[in-house]
C-alpha cells in the first residue's frame, strides 16, 4: 500500500465517522429508529480497527514529525469517542420516552404472555385507510388486538381506534370525543361503514382488472403480478366467491397482463385444447419465478424497454431471440439531427452548420429556439438567454452583427479552439502570428491535500488572472472539499464560466521557507499542454545556480498545468533578480525557484507551434491526426529502444555472470532529491519493526543475507556529481512460499522532490515469454513433467556500477547503529524495468544451450523464473534437466526445486548438500504450486484447494470480486462452476451498487451458498495429461453455446493408439459473461463461435511448437445454433456486426470444418447454464466429451449443414441499373438557333428528298 492509497482509505474512514457525526446530531425519532442507531454502534469497533491498520502504514510511509503523527491519532480518537457518546445517549433517551409512552397494560403484546418466553419486538399499530381490499385483515387485528382485550378500557380502545385509521376512514371518528362512553359508537360507526361484504368483493375484482401489465419479464416483475393475482383470489375465495368457476376469465386475464415471451412459453407449456385451469397457469407462473431467481437473471433491477431490430420490409417472427437486461428505467435523449444518444448542441455534425441552416433546421423540426429542445416553444423556456445578446435563442442560434468581432466568433468561422479559458477577468495573453512560441511562467509547488500532506502540482504564473484556479482532477485528488460559493467568470469574447471555489489551502515553495493560504476556484481544465511543444536551449549559456533551483524542471517538455496562481500572487513571488540567456529568453528568480519567461525562437522549438495561453492551429491538426496513430505505436518505440539499449549494453563478467544497464529515457536529468524522503522511509519502517518481533527478525534476515551475497554494497566514495536516487523499501509477506515467506520490496514509484520517480524515468521493454496461458497448454501435453525455479533470480544478475547508483538505500540492523547509505548490485524487485531486464537476460542465455530442446525450454517455457516444461521418455526428461541446469549455470543462474512426474527421472536427479529444497519429495497427496495452479507430481493431476474463508461482516461488490478471483482456472476446468458467480457479480453492476455499497440480505445469503458450496472442489483430481499413453493420431473437437447470461467454448483431444482405443478429455475452455446491453442469442452464440475459433487457433499453435502437427481434417469445430452455422456458410452479403465476426472465424478456420450439434450433445452448453461443484464432478460429458465422440465418425451427428428458409441479419442489396442514351447526331439540331427558322429548313429538306424519289 502506498502512501496515496493509505491517505484515500483514512479519508475513507474520516468521511464514514463524520457521517455517523452528523446522523447523531440531526437524530428525529419521527424519521429515524433506534435499530440505526444499534448498527452504527456494531460498527464503530472496526471503524476503529480499520483506522489503526491504515495508519499504521501510513506512519511507516509518512516524513513527518512524530508529534503530528500523534496529533491525527488524538483528534480521531477524540471524535470516535464523541460520536460513540452521542448515539449510546440517544439509546437512553430513546429507552426512556418508550418506557414514559407505552403502558405495559396496554401493549401489543399481550399482558398475560408468560414472563418465561422470550422478549418479542413490539408490532406496530395496524392501519386502515379506506381501501375496501384492506378492511378485513384490519378490523381482525384491531379485534384481536384491542377490541376483545378486556383488560383495556374503553378510552384507549378509542384512542388506538383513532391512532389506526388515517386518510377517509379517519373522518368518521375525528369528531367523537375520546371518553369511555364514545368507543362502542366510534366502534359502531366505523364498522357500518365499512363492513359491506359486496363493496369488499368487488374492490377485490376491480383489483383483479387493474391489474398492470408486464412489458419484460423479471423476477420482481413476475413475483408481484404473481401475488397480485393469489392476494386478491385468496381474499375473493375467504369471501365465499365460487374461484373454481372462473378458470376461463382469469387465465385469460392474466395471459393479457404478461409480456409476450411469457405468454409464448406459456402456450408451448400448455398445448391442449382443452380449457386451462387457473392453478395450471398459477404453478407456471410460479415455476417461471423460480428459474429466473435459480438462474439469477435480473435479480432485484426493473427492466427498460427494448426496440426491437426489425429486418427491413419483413414481418417480424414470432420466435423471439432478445436478452432482456436487468438495467434501471432510464431515458435515452436521441439526437434530432444524427440520432445518436447527445444532446442536439453536442452534435458535431449540428455544429458543423452554419448559423441560418442551424437556425431553419430547428424550425422545421419545431425545436425550442432557447434550449433546442422539443414539446415546447422559446417564449415558455426557463432556461436563460443567449448569454452574448442577452435574447431567448440559443448561443449556437446567434447571428453576429455588423459591430461584433468576426474574426472570434465560433458560430460564423470556426477557428483553432482551446480547451484553456482565457479571461478578461483572468488569463490575459496574446496571440502570434510568427512561427515562434512564447514561454509562460511554470513552478512545481507543494500543496497540502485534505490529511494534510504535501502533494507536488505544477503552477502557471499568470499576471493576468483576478483570481487562483485549480483544475478539477487535482482538486479531487488532494481530496479538497468545495464551498458553497460560485464565482461567474467573464473571459474573452464575454465567454462566461462559473467556478466553484474551495475551502482555503496551503502553498509551499520547495526551495525557500515560504508557504501562503491560497484561495483556489475549480475548473474543468486551465490550459492545453505547456510549453506546446519540445525546446532545446543551450545549456551551457544557463547558470548552475539556476539550473539547481529550477521552478519547473520540466519546463521544456509538454505538461498539463494543475493550478493557475494569478495577479494577486504573481508580482509577491519575484525577486526582481533575473538571468538572460537569450535576446528575448529571461531566467526570473521567485521564491519558488528560477522561472523562464520570453520568445522562444523557431530554430529552438523541436516542433513548432504558437500558441497563447495556449491556442492550437497546426498543432490541433496534427493532435487530430495522432488519433490516427495506435498508443501501441509510442509503447512500440519504447519497447524496441529498451531492445535496443540491451543488445548494445549488456555484458558478462569474467564468472560468466550476466550485467545488464538500467533503460533510461530523456527525463533522467529531472530526477530530483530523493534522500531525505528514503531516510523518513526507513524511519517509518523501523518504528513498524519495532512492534513486530517476528517481522523484525525476519526483515533483518533478508537484508543481511542480500548484504552477505554481496547484492548490495556500503557506499564509501560518494561521487557528488554522478545521478542517485535513494530507494525506499518494506516487507512483503507469502505465507504460501515454500522457500522466501518474506521478500523486501523496493519503492521505485517514490516520488523525488521534483515529483518524478526512478521508474518515471525507466523503459519499460516488452514482453519476451509467452503467455502463462501458452506454457500451460504445452506443459499438458508432455508425458513426464519436470518443473523448476530459477533461485533468486533478479539477484543474479548485476548492474553496471553506473547504474548502481540510481539503486541506493538507507540500511542499518539496528535502530543504536549508524545509518548507512548502500548501493544495490543487481537488478532490483519495484523497478519498473525489472522484469524485463531479468527474463530479456533468460532469453539471451537460451541462445548458449547446446540443443533445440534445451533452448526451446528455456526460452519458451519459462513464465519469468518457474519452468514448467517436459519430454517423452524418462531418458530425454534427464537429458533435458541437464542441458538446462548446465546452461543456467555457466550464467550463475542456479536451477532448485526440481519436481517430476517420473519417478524414475526424479530417482537420477541429484541431491544438493546446502539446499534442502533442490529437488523436492512429495507423498501421494502433496501438491505445488505450478502457475498458480495446484500439480500433485505423484498422481500426475491438477486439483483446486481453497484457503479458509470468512464472510465479511460487510459483504459489497468489491469484496465479491475478491473472493471470485480467490479461485484461480486458467484452464477453465471449473468453468461451468464459477460463471454462475460471475454472472451474480455482473447483476451488481445492473443494479448500480457502488464499490462499498453493502448488499442486501437476500444477496449476501445467495453469495454465501454458492461460495461455500466451492470447498467440495478439492474432490476434484484432473489428470495433467488429455492425451492417451502411445497415441498415434490425434484430433480436436470444439464446442460452443451461448445463453442469455454467458457464452463459452470448450475444446476437447480425441487420440487414438495402434490398437483403435479411442480416448477423449477436456482440454481447455473459456467463458465470458453476455454483454449488458441487450442482444439477440443468435449474435451471442456467434460471439460464442469467435471465441471457440480463437481458443482451438491457440491450441493448434502450441501444439505447433511441439512437433504435432494438425492437419485441418483433424480439427472439428461444433455449434447448436443452426443460425450461425448458416452464417458461416452464407454466401450472401451480411450486417457488419455479423459478416466481421464471420471473417474472423473464417481467417483461423474453414467453412467445411463447422458442423451442427444437438443442443443435448453440447458440452459448451454447461458452461451457459451453470452447473454445482457436485453435479460437475459426476458429469462425463464435460470431462470426457459426448458419448459418440469415443466411437467411429460414423457414430457422429450428420454432418449435413441444416438449411435455414431464411437467413437472418441479411443485408439488402440495392440493384441499381444505370442506362445512358447517346444522342444521335444525324440531324444537327445544335446548329439552329430559331425554332421557325428550323421548321423551314427542316420543310425544304424533306420535300427535296421527296422530289428525288418522285
Known sequence: MDIKKATLELKVIHSSLKAMSTFAKNFNSETNNQSQVRVRLEELPSISEKFEEVQSVKEELDQRSDDVVMDERAKFRERFYEVKASLLHILEVEESKKSEVTSPSYSITSSHVNNNMMKLPPIELPKFSGDWKEWTSFIDSFNVYFHNNKDMAPVHKLHFLKACLEGQASDIVKSIPTTNENYGQAYDAVTARYENKGAIIQSHIRALFDTPKISIASVIELQRLYHHITSNINALQALGQPIEAWDAWLVTLICNRMDRVTVGEWHVKYNKKDLPEFKEIKEFLFNRIAAYEAGEVNVGASCIKQNVVKSSNKVQEKKVFFVKPANKVTTLYKCPFCNETHRLYQCKGFNDLKVPDRREFVSKNRLCYNCLYSNHQAQDCRFPGCPRCGQKHNSKLHLVQAHENQQTSSETEPIASTSALCFSKGIAQSMHASGDMVMLATAVVYINDAAGYPQPCRALLDSGSQVNFITDACAQFLGMSKTKCVLPIVGINSMRSDAQRLQPVVMYSRFENFNVSLDLHVLPSIANDMPS?????????????????????????????????????????????????????????????????????????????????????????????????????????????????????????????????????????????????????FFNLEKRLSKDRELCIAYHKFMSEYLDMNHMELVTNDDSNSQTFYLPH???????????????????????????????????????????????????????????????????????????????????????????????????????????????????????????????????????????????????????????????????????????????????????????????????????????????????????????????????????????????????????????????????WVLKIDWDTTLPDDMQHRWKNFYLSLYALDKLAIPRRPLSSNWLNIQLHGFCDASQEAYGACVYARTQNSNGDVETALYVSKSRVAPLHATTIPRLELCGAVLLSDLTTEVISELKKLNINLHQRDVVLWSDSTVVIAWINSTQPLKSYVSNRIAQILDHTDKTQWNHVPTDCNPADLITRGQTVNNLQQCSMWWSGPHWLSKHHTSWPTRTQPVLNEVPEVRPVKLVLQASAQPVDDYPLSKFSKWNHMVRVTAYMLRFISNSQG
Open 533 to 681: 511543444q519540445l525546446i532545446r536551449l543551450d545549456q551551457s549559456k544557463i547558470p548552475d545556480i539556476v539550473n539547481e533551483q529550477l521552478a519547473d524542471p520540466s519546463y521544456d517538455t509538454p505538461g498539463k498545468k494543475d493550478i493557475l496562481l494569478g495577479a494577486e500572487m504573481f508580482y509577491t513571488l519575484f525577486s526582481g533578480e533575473k538571468v538572460a540567456i537569450t535576446n528575448s529568453l529571461v531566467f526570473h528568480k521567485t521564491t519558488l525557484g528560477w522561472v523562464l519567461t520570453g520568445r522562444v525562437l523557431n530554430s529552438e522549438v523541436i516542433q513548432s507551434r504558437f500558441s497563447a495561453c495556449t491556442c492550437a492551429n497546426d498543432a490541433t491538426i496534427n493532435s487530430a491526426l495522432s488519433l490516427f496513430i495506435s498508443k501501441s505505436s509510442v509503447r512500440k518505440d519504447e519497447e524496441d529502444e529498451a531492445e535496443q539499449h540491451f543488445k548494445k549494453t549488456h555484458y558478462r563478467d569474467e564468472s560468466g555472470r550476466l550485467v545488464v544497464s538500467l533503460p533510461l529515457n530523456t527525463k533522467l536529468s529531472s530526477l530530483g532529491e530523493s534522500k531525505h524522503m528514503a531516510q523518513q522511509r
Open 730 to 988: 518494506h516487507a512483503v509477506i507469502k505465507e504460501d512460499s515454500i522457500t522466501t515467506k518474506l521478500r523486501v520490496v523496493f519503492d521505485g514509484s517514490a516520488p523525488s522532490s521534483s515529483g518524478l520517480s526512478l521508474n518515471d524515468v525507466m523503459l519499460k521493454g516488452p514482453i519476451v515469454q509467452s503467455s502463462l496461458f501458452s506454457i500451460l497448454l504445452r506443459f499438458r501435453v508432455h508425458k513426464i513433467a519436470l518443473t523448476a525455479d530459477v533461485e533468486k533470480m533478479y539477484r543474479q544478475i548485476l548492474v553496471t556500477p553506473k547504474d548502481c547508483q540510481l539503486q541506493r538505500i538507507w540500511y542499518r540492523p539496528s535502530p543504536s547503529e549508524l545509518l548507512r547509505e548502500y548501493n544495490l548490485r543487481t537488478i532490483t524487485y519495484g523497478t519498473k524495468s525489472a522484469p524485463y531486464l531479468a527474463t530479456r537476460s533468460l532469453v539471451e542465455v537460451a541462445f548458449s544451450a547446446p540443443n533445440e530442446a534445451a533452448q526451446r525450454a528455456i526460452k519458451d517455457d519459462f513464465y519469468v523464473d518457474d519452468l514448467l516444461t517436459g519430454a517423452e521418455s524418462s531418458d530425454e526428461c534427464f537429458q533435458l534437466y541437464k542441458d538446462v541446469s548446465d546452461t543456467l549455470a555457466s550464467r550463475c543462474l542456479p536451477l532448485r526445486k526440481w519436481c517430476t512426474s517420473s519417478s524414475k527421472v526424479l530417482s537420477k536427479l541429484p541431491n544438493s548438500g546446502t539446499d534442502p529444497n533442490h529437488v523436492l519429495q512429495f507423498s501421494e497427496q502433496d501438491a505445488v504450486s505450478t502457475l498458480g495452479i495446484m500439480w500433485q507430481p505423484i498422481t500426475d493431476c491438477f486439483c483446486f484447494t481453497l484457503k479458509p474463508w470468512n464472510p465479511p461482516k460487510k459483504m459489497t461488490k468489491r469484496t465479491l470480486l475478491s473472493d471470485i478471483n480467490r479461485i484461480y482456472d486458467p484452464l477453465g476446468f471449473l468453468t461451468p462452476v464459477l460463471i454462475t458467480g460471475k454472472i451474480f457479480v455482473q447483476q451488481l
